[in-house]
């Protein structure tokens, strides 16, 4: 049986099937006796004792495993639990309504959950699953079933689950997790990105997976591809496994000549890059070989809390990331949030349609005091390493000469507090509003770069949204149109002099690489662990041959064709790809 | 019994950090604390119950202290409002 879902992270796996059903725990609704009521009461203590010490087990792992502020949530548990009106509700129905423990604590989280949902507000639906995360941490300790089912994994497996929280990941053995598969989520979801920085392949929004396989079923699941296939016939097992296999010698091979430069067989030398959130991702970009950060996504600095960060705390972190690169390039992008991103102490309005709302450099430009903020810790920390300024979702010249005037102010207020910053550092833009790419020539004589960012290109340009499995067969980043889009680009920006990069998910792709090499790109960022393959790609091809295959791919009609093109193009090359 | 009236002047009301902050304080005085919002009334020591009350920037509340601090737990607490929770 094949199901399709949705990509949360690259690779192949195949192995037995953990079954993982965390939200619908059954509780028995009887009614207990006037003198059982003591020992329901009993059980109540000892499960809160028990999911307290819990939770400070976890904050401990989490915070040395990740860092500390993805613990955080672990203390809004830990408040949750000790709240006097939610702990005194469910004793007063065990003693007057006769409910057992676990029910009274079922019945009290019912409540609470519905009155947040009701409140309009992203922060307080937040809250809503915490309610429900730590209400059924705390009724399997009461009811005695294993409160962390993902922590008593002793063999290797594949986790199916309807969705995964904080909570159900931080406990588990790493190295027993062959893959994730999920009913629900997306690419930014937490299961996603939990699987990306543990190495293992996900595959998300499979719709009802977790109801219609068995554990310890066997399952192969493709999240290159984004499909699992349950109890597959043995012929496809073994053909899988000889992939697998074959994927895992040929990720030795790239990796194993990662550290080599990305330098045509015509001596055409490209930078490849690696994507991170906070500077500990820099060590992951260095081992798989990267040249450099094409792309620092400073939200997560902003994300999981309660305030603002202050100059001092982002200039200590993009500080590091300068450091930690010791004079590689570090491409930091100005805030993007809104979206899909929401800042709960930003009270961000809701939108019909975020995507083309309210985000970003739009946010920015209109607060002006958290935009400045932003680029004088940016550029305080120019004066320690190779740091470059990139501002997202530019529609169009306007905004750029708008957001380079705050630069100019951050600028010689630094200059007058005689505070060091490098005077010439590097100014450029994502690409990733289709008018923009339109318009590259007049944006050209702006900035000193381009990246394009091909997530946001693609759903826009092709009006697909991605997380919506309805027409996520839709986004085809080798659609003829973004190739003239991409080309566009580049042309205006070598017709100018300055260079352009890519750091959205197409840069990592090992069907596009040729393709974007020959359209002229020069720096290619993507997620760490794509880093070996695609230089490997770029080392086994002429630049000419590239702009012969580019040239090729854009007169072909259709995104199908522009594939199964740049496949061939791969084997008649001899070249490996995953 | 002490009670006083407040209007939240902080851009976050109380939600997310100034909820917690707020709370964690209520709770280390003896003194029952009710915190009122129009005919709403709820535990100023429960985080759940606060948060419930949605009490945004410009929403006028009212603290009630009964208890043998009450006179310092309702001036901590004023103090915390009036600072705008150093937002």
């Known amino acids: 049986m094949i199901y399709n879902g949705i990509s949360g992270s690259e690779g192949i796996a195949a192995g037995r099937i953990h079954l993982y059903k965390n939200q619908q725990i059954a509780v028995d609704e009887g009614e207990i006796t006037y003198k059982s009521a003591e020992t329901e009461l009993d059980k109540l203590e000892d499960g809160i004792s028990k999911s307290r010490s819990q939770l400070e087990e976890l904050k401990k792992k989490v915070s040395s495993e990740l860092d500390e502020s993805k613990a955080m949530i672990f203390d809004a548990h ?236 982002q200039f200590e972190e993009y500080r590091k990331a300068a450091v930690l690169l010791e004079g590689k390039p570090v491409i930091i992008r100005t805030l993007d949030i809104g979206g899909d991103k929401k800042l709960p102490y930003l009270q961000l309005p809701e939108e019909m349609n975020p995507f083309m709302g309210w ?53 010689s207020e630094l200059s007058m507090e005689k505070i060091a910053f490098n005077k010439a550092v590097k100014v450029g833009i994502m690409v990733e509003i289709p008018s923009a790419a339109m318009t590259a020539d007049t944006i050209a004589k702006e900035v000193d770069f381009f990246s394009i960012g091909t997530n946001d290109l693609c759903q826009y340009s092709l009006a697909v949204d991605r997380m919506n499995p309805k027409v996520a067969k839709l986004y ?22 300055i260079f ?18 020959g359209l002229g790109l020069d720096e290619f960022s993507m997620s760490a662990a794509s880093i070996p393959v695609v230089k490997s790609i770029l080392r086994n091809v002429s630049y000419e041959k590239a702009q012969e295959v580019a040239c090729r791919a854009l007169e072909l009609d259709t995104p199908e064709e522009v594939l199964e093109y740049s496949k061939s193009t791969l084997r008649q090359l001899n070249i490996d790809f995953i | 019994m002490r009670s006083e009236k407040f209007t939240i002047l902080n851009e ?32 100023a020591k429960s985080i759940l119950a606060v948060l419930a009350l949605g009490i945004t920037k410009g929403t006028e509340i009212t603290i009630t202290a009964q208890g043998p601090d009450e006179e310092e737990a309702v001036s901590k607490l004023a103090e915390l409002i009036n600072a705008g929770f150093n937002e």
């Open chain 1, 78 to 313: 830990m408040m949750m639990l000790e709240d006097p009106e939610f702990i005194e509700a469910i004793r007063e129905s065990i003693k007057l309504d006769k409910l057992n423990a676990a029910y009274a604590v079922k019945r009290a989280s019912d409540y609470y959950v519905s009155v947040f949902e009701q409140i309009e507000d992203a922060y307080m639906k937040e809250r809503a699953a915490d309610i429900k995360d730590v209400s059924s941490r705390l009724i399997k300790n009461i009811t005695g079933a294993s409160a962390d089912g993902l922590k008593n994994i002793d063999s290797p497996v594949i986790i199916v689950a309807h969705d995964l929280t904080p909570s159900d990941t931080a406990s588990l053995n790493r190295s027993l997790v062959l893959g994730f598969a999920t009913d629900i989520g997306g690419g930014t979801s937490h299961t996603a990105i939990m699987a990306k920085s543990m190495g293992i392949p996900a595959v998300l929004g499979l719709g009802d997976i977790s109801e219609k396989v068995n554990h310890g079923d066997y399952i192969i699941i493709d999240g290159t591809q984004g499909k699992v296939i349950v109890n597959p016939e043995a012929e496809l097992v073994r053909e899988y496994e000889l992939k697998i296999k074959e994927y895992k010698n040929q990720r030795e091979k790239f990796e194993q000549s990662a550290y080599l430069p990305a330098k045509t067989l015509d001596g055409r030398i490209l930078e490849v890059s690696g994507n991170i959130g906070t500077p500990g991702d820099i060590d992951d970009v260095k081992a798989w070989g990267g040249d450099g950060v094409g792309l620092f996504r400073t939200e997560f600095l902003y994300m999981n809390r309660d305030s603002l960060p202050t100059e001092e705390e």
């Open chain 1, 359 to 411: 985000r970003a450099i739009r946010i920015c430009l209109e607060r002006k005091d958290i935009f400045k903020t932003q680029l004088r810790a940016i550029l305080r920390a120019s004066a320690y390493g190779n740091v470059l300024i990139m501002f997202p979702m530019i529609s169009g010249v306007g905004e750029v000469r708008e957001a380079k005037a705050v630069l100019e102010e951050a600028k």
């Open chain 1, 476 to 497: 085809q980043p080798l659609h003829p149109g973004i190739l003239r889009l991409i080309k566009n680009v580049i042309d205006a920006s070598h017709r100018h002099g």
């Open chain 1, 500 to 517: 352009t990069g890519m750091c959205g998910g197409m840069a990592g792709s090992s069907e596009a690489a040729i393709i974007l090499l």
């Open chain 2, 12 to 43: 976050t009301g109380l939600h997310a950090r100034p909820a917690s902050v707020f709370v964690n304080t209520a709770a280390k005085f003896k003194s029952d604390l009710k915190l009122q919002k129009g005919e709403k009334q709820a535990n």
